[in-house]
């Protein structure tokens, strides 16, 4: 029996090389017809100093991506564009939100020296809490995975960098990473030239029980796909019920539209720490319903972001793409199977 064992471990593991190291280097994904290129290993500058702690160090820059079969092709093309850009990326620590476990030996092979744990969020736990939005997507429970960070990392773990799956990053992170929050929980680029009630019903602003909750702050719309969180501090006060709080009112009387974002404003719009906007130039996957073409904020550019219903990705593959997702394809590596 125990030589029978050993063949089948031995078969097991000769078949999952096989599988992901092809001649060609094309890594198959669950997707049909498509596979991945092995990225590049990046290594430190002589000037960076390598951490040799345990990846629970507050020595490494701690990021947090979902994995997401759908957006896939987008997390990876992030990853990929922040250990590009990064002067030190043996010091970059990966945080990656799934609620498809498989994913994991696909990374990898992807990146076979990328730092990074996988932590399994069940949709069940927010799939009762959701309400309908102006888009499918934005009704997906890793989509509101954000909410419980502080629950899922380890204690240990007291700052991460939260980014959505459809941006890239063109400058060095560290940059990001070293933002002050004061005695802020969170921070993010804000936009106080946006329209704020429009993210909330009529209801909502005719209801002090509600509106009153901006009594005294001075709210801006900060988007949430790039956030700097203060893990501690969430953790001490408590702000993932809180949210819960306000999905449960929204459940029962519809106060706002679009999915897991007013929450945040709610709880946090004027109580931001602010980050330059060139870490967050969004909106360049144009409106929520039907997509267009965008042009880049004036000022400088860390961070494109293609937050709206259109996706570098799919417009690139339809043949129909827009001039900044060219940006994008730079460090796409997904391909075609023949």
């Known amino acids: 029996m125990l030589w029978i064992m050993r063949f089948s471990t031995f078969f ?9 190291f ?9 997707q049909p017809h498509f596979s991945y290129r092995k990225s590049s290993i990046f290594r430190n500058a002589p000037d960076c100093t390598t951490s040799t702690k345990t990846a629970k160090s507050d020595s490494f820059i701690h990021i947090s991506i979902t994995l997401d079969i759908e957006y896939l092709r987008g997390s990876i093309a992030a990853v990929h564009s922040i250990l590009r850009n990064s002067r030190c990326p043996e010091n970059i620590f990966f945080h990656f939100l799934v609620s ?6 696909l990374i990898h092979c992807i990146f076979p020296k990328l730092k990074f744990n996988v932590y399994y969020f069940n949709p ?7 309400s309908s939005s102006i888009r499918d997507a934005l ?7 954000r909410n419980y960070l502080a629950d899922l990392l380890e204690d240990s773990i007291h700052r991460v960098i939260y980014l959505d799956s459809d941006l890239i990053v063109i400058d060095d992170i560290f940059k ?7 005695n802020k929980t969170i921070g993010a680029p804000e936009y106080c030239h946006a329209d704020f009630t429009a993210y909330f019903t009529a209801r909502f602003w005719s ?3 509600f509106s009153g909750v901006f009594d005294g702050r001075n709210p801006c719309y900060f988007n949430t796909g790039v956030m700097i969180i203060d893990l501690k501090k969430w953790r001490r006060v408590g702000y993932t019920k809180r949210i819960e709080k306000w999905m449960d009112i929204q459940k029962r009387i519809r106060i706002y539209e679009l999915g897991s974002l007013p929450p945040f404003l709610l709880i946090f719009a004027g109580h931001v720490a602010p980050i330059e906007h060139r870490w967050n130039q969004h909106g360049l996957g144009g409106d929520n319903v039907k997509g267009s073409c965008r042009d880049l904020h004036a000022g400088p550019v860390s961070l494109l972001h293609w937050s709206g219903s259109g996706k570098p990705w799919t ?9 900044i997702d060219f940006q994008w394809a730079q460090y796409d590596l997904y391909t075609h199977l023949r």
């Open 12 to 20: 097991t593991a000769t078949m999952l090389i096989i599988v992901f």
């Open 22 to 30: 092809s001649p060609t280097e094309a890594i198959k994904s669950s």
């Open 100 to 105: 498809n476990t498989n994913l994991k030996p």
């Open 124 to 130: 069940k736990k927010v799939q009762n809490m959701i």
């Open 139 to 145: 009704e997906q429970p890793l989509n509101y995975v």
């Open 176 to 182: 990001l990473w070293k933002t002050d929050l004061g």
């Open 207 to 209: 209801d002090p029980r």
């Open 315 to 323: 417009r690139l593959d339809s043949k129909n793409p827009c001039p």
